[in-house]
Each structure stands twice: as structure tokens, then as C-alpha cells.
């Protein structure tokens, strides 16, 4: 069932939205799916653009991170707090289907994190981000981590109020996914090619992955990284810094 429309996946396929595609529950014809996912859609940034405020007028830098699972995206995340932390307010929003694995190894950095398990959701949603401000302690002018659920669909349809999504891919996967998955690269302002440090023992073409990517969005920026190892941390780092914006008077 998913959890986007609420239909089950008995029937002819379909590809209502961008980033959003399945198939239909039966007696609900695609007029009335366009609706319900409309009106799903506009509720949903309606709260990303209060989300959006909120972190403005705290000169807070938001990110959400997508990728699919097993990308590394958890490793770069801690490998980032731990070079970080003391120089900036940091806090995560972990989002998962189930278990707090991930928001654990985020905590066992110093870095407050929250767990929302999604259940059967394949996806952050700006209401639920938004209901993780309120409890969740970030000082102002800090960078706030949104760890997406591991999923290059739904997650690319969803504004959750974050100034940059950030696409992390390893090339332990093919390096057509950009293709595979357009609508994801689309939204993305950077891709993180990860795990880079293992392309000695892979048939992994980087110039055709760079050349996907570029093909469905020709403004995005690309870098390389080990999150393991550390090479390519720096440039991140950097990135991080010259987006984040200046604290508010």
C-alpha cells in the first residue's frame, strides 16, 4: 500500500507526479488520485513554507539527504558532526521505516538527533519535520540534517522546508541511477559521489555517472568523497560553510 495516496498496487500502473509513481487502488479512477495527491502535495507545503520561515528567521541551514539505502549516508553524517561539532550548533532529524539504529550512532557523536519512524511511509513529510523543531534543540545560526528515509522516489516530491536537497550515491551502485531515477537528481542542488575509495575494485564509469547526472540537471554540483577514508570530506565541509547563511541581526 502506499502511504503517499493511501492506494494499494492491484491495478494499472500509472505516474501521477513527479518523483511519485504506483499503481492504483481499484474503483478510485486517476482524476479523483490527482486530486487526493494534490491535495496532499499543497497541505504538504504549506507546512514546508512555514518550515522554511522558522529556520530563516534563526538563520538555520537546512538539508535533507536522500539516497537509497546503503549509500554510506549515515557514515557521512557522523564523519561531518564529528568534524564539526564545536564550531557549529548541529542537530539531525533521522527518518526510518522502523528501528533507531541510525539516530544512536548519531547521538554517540554529542549531536541531538530525533528518530520518526515512518512505518509503512517511504518518506519525511514537511508536517512531520516541522512537529521535530518544536522538541528538538538547535541553536540559532546552526545546520539542521534531515536524514531522509533510504528512497530515490517519494522523497524527491516532498518539500519538507530545506534550503538544499543533497543527493548522496555510492558507486557501489550502478552509475545510471541519475537516469534511472531523474526526478531525484532534478531536486538536487548537490550530488556526493560516496564510497570513492573503492573504485580501484569496481566497474564504476564516474565521467558517464557525472554525465547522467548533468543530463537531468545540468546546475548540479558534484562531489567526490570517502566518507571511510576521509578524502573529499574537505570540499563537503566547505560546501556546508558557503551555503549556510548569516545568523539574523
Excluded at 541531538?112 to 512537529?131: E, F, R, S, W, Y
Excluded at 534550503?163 to 555510492?170: E, G, P, R, Y
Aim: proline fraction near 5%; charged fraction near 20%; aromatic fraction near 4%.
Amino acid at each position: 500500500m502506499c502511504t503517499v495516496c493511501g492506494c494499494g498496487t492491484d491495478s494499472a500502473e500509472h505516474s501521477l507526479i513527479r518523483g511519485h509513481s504506483h499503481s492504483h487502488a481499484a474503483g478510485l479512477n486517476n482524476a479523483r488520485m490527482v486530486q487526493i495527491e494534490q491535495d496532499i502535495l499543497g497541505k504538504n507545503n504549506q507546512y514546508a513554507a512555514q518550515n522554511r520561515q522558522w529556520l530563516a528567521e534563526r538563520g538555520i541551514l537546512a538539508l535533507n539527504l536522500v539516497s537509497s539505502p546503503g549509500s554510506g549516508k549515515t557514515t557521512l553524517l557522523t564523519e561531518t558532526l564529528t568534524r564539526l561539532q564545536g564550531n557549529l550548533p548541529m542537530a539531525v532529524i533521522e527518518g526510518d521505516q522502523q528501528t533507531s539504529n541510525d539516530a544512536d550512532r548519531i547521538r554517540a557523536t554529542g549531536v541531538p538527533a530525533l528518530q520518526i519512524n515512518t512505518g509503512k511511509g517511504c518518506h519525511l513529510d514537511a508536517h512531520m519535520v516541522g512537529q521535530a523543531l518544536e522538541s528538538l534543540p538547535i541553536a540559532n545560526g546552526g545546520i539542521l540534517f534531515i536524514e531522509n528515509v533510504g528512497n530515490l522516489v517519494c522523497p524527491a516530491a516532498f518539500d519538507l522546508g530545506e534550503a538544499h536537497k543533497v543527493v548522496i550515491l555510492s558507486v557501489t551502485e550502478g552509475e545510471d541511477k541519475p537516469i534511472k531515477y531523474p526526478d531525484m537528481f532534478h531536486a538536487a542542488d548537490l550530488m556526493i559521489l560516496n564510497k570513492i575509495d573503492l573504485l580501484p575494485y569496481l566497474k564504476f564509469d564516474v565521467a558517464k555517472c557525472e554525465e547522467y547526472a548533468r543530463r537531468v540537471n545540468p546546475t548540479i554540483q558534484i562531489l567526490h568523497v570517502s566518507a571511510t577514508s576521509g578524502v573529499g570530506i574537505g570540499g563537503w565541509l566547505d560546501w556546508l560553510i558557503c551555503v549556510k547563511p548569516p545568523v539574523p541581526a
